[in-house]
């Protein structure tokens, strides 16, 4: 995998001094509105563009100092984009929140205004894409969203801009994916999905991708589940790690997915017992979600304040988790 010197800068851009991404996001939009909403006991069209702009003001001046990079979206994203850290590079959202609900397979879209060269011309050293995606959904779905994916590849490729395309795995049949039964689906769904996107016509530069167990169904782990139900033994989830990362010859980080910090750290210690050569981590909800309730219900002060003690804790715990990564270069042949 060879990058051109713009995109190789860019990376530099995102990393810290070990050449590993450890990268926090904040560009999530409807799913933040919803949760604001929630813990103020009003409808989501309430929550406006100054609360949400604000809110994610606060999380970048307080979390950025220790991070390598921030994810941020255009809708919401911009002014937090002026008050990071100056040590932390810029990712950009190019997709629409959430996917087309009117027709299977959870297609996804662009927003309207933005392309690849604008999100340059933002400042920003990557384009990140969402797409929800199996391998074992309708072949004529999942067609589409490779032409999709195909298409950014391209546009990234002619601004010299690295494309981080992230993808997060569903059941088709509409099955519960925190349950047992998914749990079991889960590592063939995240290694069909890493097999895929590493094909060269599609132009990614770095996956960002889920782990391929769910901690909480791992025998003996700390956050094995109050049920007792088992997935996976610890020596068959160690042993799914590395298939996952044998399959890519990419770099390629992992996501936390909206789980609690004290599994997400456990999955990345699992990556570190299992000894897989990933690049680093782009973790957004688990370090900060925490603070939603306090936001709503006391303010951004005293969201800075929770963000200043328990953001900061967070974000530091999976920095510690994450000092076994290798640097992105080595995945550079």
């Known amino acids: 995998m ?23 996001a904040m560009d999530q939009r409807g799913s933040l509105q919803k949760s604001i909403a929630a813990a103020k006991g009003v409808d989501p069209k309430s929550v406006t563009q100054e609360q949400m702009e604000e809110f994610k003001v606060a999380v970048v001046k307080v979390l950025t100092p220790h991070a390598s990079a921030i994810l941020l979206d255009p809708e919401f994203g911009l002014p937090a ?13 190019y997709e629409a929140s959430g996917y087309d609900n009117t027709r299977p397979g959870r297609l996804p879209d662009l927003l309207p205004h933005v392309s690849a060269r604008r999100i340059k011309e933002m400042g920003a050293d990557a384009v990140k894409i ?53 749990a079991k689906m889960k ?18 530069d770095v996956l960002k991708v889920e782990v391929p167990v769910n901690a909480e169904y791992v025998k003996g782990s700390s956050v094995f589940n ?39 750290v456990e999955s990345l210690n699992m990556a570190s017992e299992a ?7 782009l973790c957004g909800r688990a370090t900060w979600k925490e603070g939603i309730p306090v936001y709503a219900t006391k303010g951004v002060k005293a969201l800075e304040d929770w963000l200043a003690k328990d953001g900061v804790k967070n974000i530091n715990c999976v920095n510690d988790a994450i000092k076994s990564a290798k640097p992105w270069k080595k995945r550079l042949k």
């Open 187 to 204: 590592p063939k769904i995240v290694i069909g999905s890493m097999k895929e996107f590493t094909k060269p016509r599609y132009k990614v």
């Open 81 to 93: 984009a002026k008050k990071r850290a100056k040590n932390a590079g810029l990712l950009m959202a």
């Open 275 to 281: 000894g897989t050569d990933y690049s680093g981590v």
């Open 2 to 24: 060879s990058l051109s010197k713009g995109k190789l800068n860019h990376l530099k851009a995102l990393s810290n001094s070990a050449g590993v991404i450890a990268a926090a």
């Open 226 to 264: 109050s049920k007792g139900e088992v997935a996976y033994t610890r020596k068959q989830a160690l042993d799914l790690y590395r298939k996952a990362a044998d399959v890519t010859t990419k770099p390629f980080i992992y996501l936390s997915a909206g789980v609690s910090n004290a599994q997400f």
């Open 130 to 182: 969402l797409i929800y995606y199996t391998p074992f959904d309708d072949p004529k779905v999942n067609d589409i969203k490779h032409a999709f994916c195909e298409r950014i590849g391209s546009e990234c490729e002619d601004n010299e801009i690295p494309f981080f395309l992230e993808f997060i795995g569903y059941d088709p049949k509409g099955g519960d994916e925190k349950g047992l039964e998914y």
